[in-house]
């Protein structure tokens, strides 16, 4: 009697025990099976790191970058080789380079040393300093540059571009002195000189020796007129004076007729004798 209770009590424990295996089993798997719908199906090649076996997918924006076309022409290599010497004139620069094939485009720039420090010096952007040109790719690796300034030194660099306004790729730095400008400077044109109109010559003033008849005499003229008969008049020299009178010893006048000796004034105080003793 108690062997067969104990033998149905077995029974029922094993069956209790199945029963909670069979359950636990269903269990886990009904949760292995919400976890793969939740997740996503194992990607092949999964990376074993996940610690589930699960690769993690690439973001959107890297897929997109991955699979873009390239759309950017790639830049051209900056120049090498800068060097820059004395141009054929004054005041000139030739700057050469090693040529860059796949640049459309070279920017030439410069800029004074003199120019730089300056504008350093009083905390400004040396770039307002600095100048440049653009010029076409044609096969060249030279240029001139013109309108600098004899006798200083200039900085010059060169770039390479694969548009006219691109980002341009800059070289190294290259300098150069410029000689000064030693030509003579052109002469400057004559003044011409106008010559001031020639004074009217004025005859000379003085004695005249004898007086004659029709001998003219200035202011500051004099002539020996001699004794007049009949009078005396302290003096026997004729002579005009600087007012324009007329003058015989001690006798002046604006016009003399002394006896035999006769003489009249005209214009500009001009004497004429008209009679002699």
């Known amino acids: 009697m108690l ?27 009904a949760s292995f099976s919400l976890f793969s719908v939740a997740t996503g199906p194992v990607a092949a090649g999964a990376d074993s790191t996940s610690g589930h076996g699960l690769t993690t997918l690439p973001r959107p924006s890297a897929v997109q970058a991955q699979t873009r076309p390239p759309t950017q022409q790639v830049a051209p290599a900056p120049p090498q080789n800068v060097r820059a010497a ?7 620069a030739n700057v050469a380079w090693d040529a860059v094939s796949d640049a459309s485009y070279y920017r030439i720039g410069w800029i004074a040393m003199a120019d730089y420090e300056a504008i350093k010096a ?60 030693d030509s003579p400077c052109p002469a400057a044109e004559p003044t011409p000189i106008t010559p ?38 302290g003096g026997t020299t004729f002579t005009v004076r600087a007012d324009g009178a007329g003058c015989v010893g001690t006798v002046c006048a604006g016009g003399l007729r002394l006896n035999n000796f006769h003489a009249t004034r005209g214009a500009n105080n001009v004497w004429t004798i008209h009679s002699m003793p």
């Not at 199945?18 to 269903?26: D, P």
């Not at 004395?86 to 000139?92: A, D, R």
């Open 196 to 233: 001031a109109p020639a004074a009217e010559p004025k005859p000379a003033t003085g004695h005249k020796g004898r007086c004659q008849v029709g001998m003219t005499l200035r202011p500051g003229d004099s002539c020996d007129v001699g004794r007049i008969s009949g009078i005396n008049i």
């Open 122 to 181: 009083s905390g400004g952007d040396w770039l307002e300093g600095f100048r440049f040109v653009d010029i076409a790719n044609r096969g060249q690796s030279a240029h001139t540059v013109t309108r600098l300034r004899p006798g200083v030194r200039y900085a010059v660099i060169v770039a390479s571009n694969d548009t006219r306004y691109g980002a341009p790729k800059w070289s190294q730095w290259a300098y150069v002195t410029l000689n000064a400008d």
């Open 86 to 92: 004395n141009g054929p004139n004054p005041g000139e």
């Open 3 to 29: 062997r067969a209770l104990l033998t149905k009590a077995a029974i029922r424990n094993r069956r209790s025990v199945f029963g909670i295996s069979i359950l636990a089993v269903a269990a886990l798997v």
